[in-house]
Structures are given as structure tokens and as C-alpha cells.
């Protein structure tokens, strides 16, 4: 009696974190959210066999570190039931040569279609986005969804943030623990790194920097991820540990301070619209959004980032009810 309990909770058991997208990305999520132990992972995609293998081939590295989640591959939507959260990643990824807003057309279909499933299946997650351009597709899954605005945000801040950090590492020498840092506005050609707002040990980080210095790494952040993509074809481990990173903060309840795609409503004098900004995650989702007082400059980069934001939004306006 006791054995077929334990085999029927098993079969009711929901996967509480549903990755939506196979490919190097989406597998790449599951497996830093497995090696946290954050919980039992859902991959879906499309393409039959994908995420079945990729399940197969993740849990046996989780079962070789001794850890207990498991990751289960579908192409069934229903399969989503329940979840806690879903990670969007459908899409076409970046090719070189290309912008992310090359990919507005192209992905809002898709972000479209998976968000109307999102709504019907796992109502009540906490959805996070990484299909590119990450803004108007935070955007058009926000308004897609009808979630509410703490529930639905984008990746792209946390993984800038990581190659900013990255790079002042690599002038400064300093150990990669003691780095502060901090990126806003758009996830594309005009984001912001704050070097302003970064130190080290809580040291600012222009005292262990030069202007030509600071410069150099402004600018590394911003073309990064084409010099990545231009080599490999795709940034894969960063993403992932970003979006893990996320999720963490809320299931452990953390409130860690990270950069989201978060949808503004008079923050920053901006509103109706997604975009980079620190917020606090917990277990609400957005639990705060953090508004920073701008210099001029930067000021100046975060407006061009809302008006790029604004335009691939209303370039796609016939697919946002």
C-alpha cells in the first residue's frame, strides 16, 4: 500500500520549473538549475526527441553529483501544469552580423504563441524571458500572459551584468568575489554599464580605475556578446547561470539586487514599457524596483535604450491585444 502511494505522488508530482526551448540555451538552464538543486525541471520544445535527449543526458551528470532533481523532456504544453516557473527561451537565436531587434519580427510570433500556452497551462507562474530582443518580447509575453507585472520580466540585465564584472576582473586583477556591479537599459546596442555604481570590496570602482580604463570596459560589455556569438555561434553558460541565478533568488526568497527587464509604470519617469533596471527578487517575483538618480550621461544612454525599446514595440503592435 505504502509503495503505491509513493508511485502515485510521484505520477501527480508537477515540474516546477518549465524551460521553454531545447536548444544550447534552454539545456543550459536546466542543468545550472539542477546542479542548484532548485527543483525537478520540465524542457520543452517542438522539435520531437531534443528535450528527451537532453533530459536523459542532464540527469546523468545530476546523478553522478549525487542530486536528487530531475529534468523530464516533452513536446506536450500540458506537461507545464503547475509550474512555479517558466523560462521562455523559444525562438531564433542571433546570428552574426545581426542586432537583436534583427530578430523583432522573426520571434514575436513565436513569444506570442508560447505566451497564450503559458496562460492556459501554468497560470500562475512566474515567467521569465530570454528570447531576443529581450525587451519588446518581455513586453509583448506581459501583455500575452495578463500576468501581473512582478510576475513577468526578462534575463538580459543579470547576463550583462556578468561581462561587465568579467572585464573588471580582468584590468583590475581583483578576486571576481569582491566585484559590485551594476547594468541597466536596454539588452542590446545601448545598454548601460554603471561604472558609477560598481566597486570593488565597496571600494568605487573609479578608484582602481582611469578613464581610457573605464571606457574600454563600457564598451567590451556593450559589443561582447556579438564577439561571442561571431566565435561560437551562441552565447550558452552565462545565460544559463543568470537565468539560475534568478530563479534562485526567489525560491530561496533571497532578495538579491539584480537587473531585470521590468515592466515601468512612472519609474524613472518612464512608463508602459519593459526595460533593464535593479530591482529586488524574492518570492513575489519583483518584489522593488530601484530607482537610481542619473547622471546627465547616463541619462542620455537609458533614453536611447527606451526609445529603441519603444520603436520594436510599436513595430509589433498588431501582435499585442
Do not use: W
Amino acid at each position: 500500500m505504502f509503495s503505491k502511494l509513493i508511485i502515485y505522488l510521484k505520477i501527480i508530482h508537477s515540474m516546477t520549473i518549465t524551460i521553454v526551448g531545447s536548444g544550447r540555451v534552454g539545456a543550459s538552464v536546466a542543468l545550472n538549475c539542477g546542479l542548484r538543486e532548485l527543483d525537478d525541471i520540465l524542457l520543452l520544445d517542438v522539435i520531437e526527441g531534443l528535450p528527451q535527449g537532453e533530459a536523459m543526458d542532464i540527469n546523468h551528470q545530476l546523478s553522478e553529483n549525487g542530486i536528487d532533481s530531475r529534468v523530464k523532456g516533452s513536446t506536450s504544453y500540458e506537461d507545464m501544469v503547475n509550474s512555479d516557473f517558466v523560462v521562455l527561451v523559444a525562438g531564433l537565436g542571433r546570428k552574426p552580423g545581426m542586432t537583436r531587434m534583427d530578430l523583432l519580427n522573426k520571434n514575436a510570433n513565436i513569444v506570442k504563441d508560447v505566451s497564450n500556452k503559458i496562460s492556459k497551462h501554468a497560470n500562475d507562474a512566474t515567467v521569465i524571458v530570454v528570447t531576443n530582443p529581450l525587451d519588446p518580447m518581455t513586453y509583448l509575453a506581459l501583455k500575452t500572459t495578463g500576468f501581473k507585472k512582478n510576475n513577468v520580466f526578462g534575463m538580459g540585465g543579470m547576463l550583462d551584468l556578468a561581462r561587465f564584472k568579467s572585464f573588471i576582473h580582468d584590468i583590475t586583477g581583483s578576486s571576481r568575489k569582491s566585484i559590485q556591479a551594476m547594468v541597466i537599459s536596454e539588452h542590446g546596442e545601448n545598454m548601460l554599464p554603471l561604472i558609477r555604481f560598481s566597486s570593488i570590496g565597496g571600494i568605487p570602482l573609479n578608484e582602481f580605475l582611469s578613464n581610457e580604463q573605464s571606457q574600454e570596459i563600457f564598451e567590451r560589455t556593450k559589443k561582447v556578446a556579438a564577439e561571442v556569438i561571431a566565435l561560437k555561434g551562441a552565447t550558452v553558460y552565462a545565460p544559463g547561470n543568470a537565468v539560475a541565478t534568478m530563479i534562485e533568488s526567489m525560491k530561496k526568497n533571497k532578495k538579491q539586487v539584480i537587473p531585470v527587464s521590468a515592466y515601468l509604470e512612472g519609474e524613472y519617469g518612464i512608463s508602459d514599457l519593459c526595460i533593464g533596471v535593479p530591482v529586488i527578487l524574492g518570492s513575489n517575483g519583483i518584489e522593488k524596483i530601484i530607482e537610481l538618480q542619473l547622471n546627465e550621461y547616463e541619462r542620455k544612454i537609458f533614453d536611447l535604450g527606451v526609445t529603441s525599446v519603444k520603436e520594436g514595440i510599436k513595430f509589433m503592435q498588431s501582435e499585442i491585444k
